[in-house]
């Protein structure tokens, strides 16, 4: 499992697996069987750990690129990967790993509102 058990060891598994949606349904006989979500997950956190392009995605992963980026792309639109990063915070957050001294709010996103201080 390589890659795979680096980018997505045991913990990190248990956590992300409850987050993630059902299966479509496969026809019989038709496409190809799914990928494993364990493997599109871990070539996911590879891309973004190492801000690789997704087409540079090392053979080592059982996925191909446009899958990998395909899933990532329906998970975020599902709220998969804000669920993880806040599931993800929340266990950092309780066993006391997370250092709140150094973090940053970054309000470039919040919305001013005409003649609001």
Aim: charged content about 20%.
């Amino acid at each position: 499992m390589g890659d795979v058990e680096k980018y997505c060891p045991e913990a990190l598994w248990r956590l992300a697996q409850p987050l993630l949606p059902g299966h479509p349904k496969r026809h019989q006989g038709g496409g190809r069987r799914r990928i494993d979500d364990r493997v599109a997950l871990a070539a996911i956190l590879f891309v973004l750990d190492t801000g690789c392009a997704w087409n540079e995605l090392p053979e080592s992963f059982p996925i191909s690129s446009a899958s990998t980026h395909r899933r990532f792309s329906e998970w975020v639109e599902q709220g998969v990967m804000a669920a993880l990063h806040q599931a993800t915070l929340d266990v950092l957050g309780a066993a006391g790993h997370i250092d709140w001294s150094r973090a940053s709010v970054d309000a470039l996103h919040v919305r001013a509102v005409k003649g609001g201080t």
